[in-house]
Nanobody, 124 residues
Framework: QVLLVESGGGLVQAGGSLRLSCAASGRTFMWNAMGWFRQAPGKEREFVAAISWGGDNTYYADSVKGRFTTSRDNAKNTVYLQMNMLKPEDTAVYYC?????????????????WGQGTQVTVSS
């Protein structure tokens, strides 16, 4: 099992930026593809971004493409989500997740281990 702890959420005005971090511990992190998902009140959890184990492949939801960037530092067992040009519709609890595979996936069911989430609130 991989233990995941997100941090970096908060309140920001529209157009602002936040950087989320997800620190991993437990079994070897480097061999896990990682994903970011979010869940707004009253809505289902949705895919945001994903990154392969080596960091050479990244994927983004259309709604965040060009604004969000995910990266990872395997030496620090940490994955990041840089969020720029934030919009009120980005308001949600953001979760990182680890997949028991080197290859990233867009699908929730493919991820086994989840963090507790961090709240991101974007005011208009």
């Amino acid at each position: 099992q991989v233990l995941l702890v997100e941090s970096g959420g908060g309140l920001v005005q529209a157009g602002g930026s936040l950087r989320l971090s997800c620190a991993a511990s437990g079994r070897t992190f480097m061999w896990n593809a990682m994903g970011w998902f979010r869940q707004a009140p009253g809505k289902e959890r949705e895919f945001v971004a994903a990154i392969s184990w080596g960091g050479d492949n990244t994927y983004y939801a259309d709604s965040v493409k060009g604004r969000f960037t995910t990266s990872r530092d395997n030496a620090k067992n940490t994955v990041y989500l840089q969020m720029n040009m934030l919009k009120p519709e980005d308001t949600a609890v953001y979760y990182c997740a680890a997949r028991n595979s080197q290859h990233a996936s867009l699908f929730i069911v493919d991820y086994r281990d989840w963090g507790q989430g961090t709240q991101v609130t974007v005011s208009s």
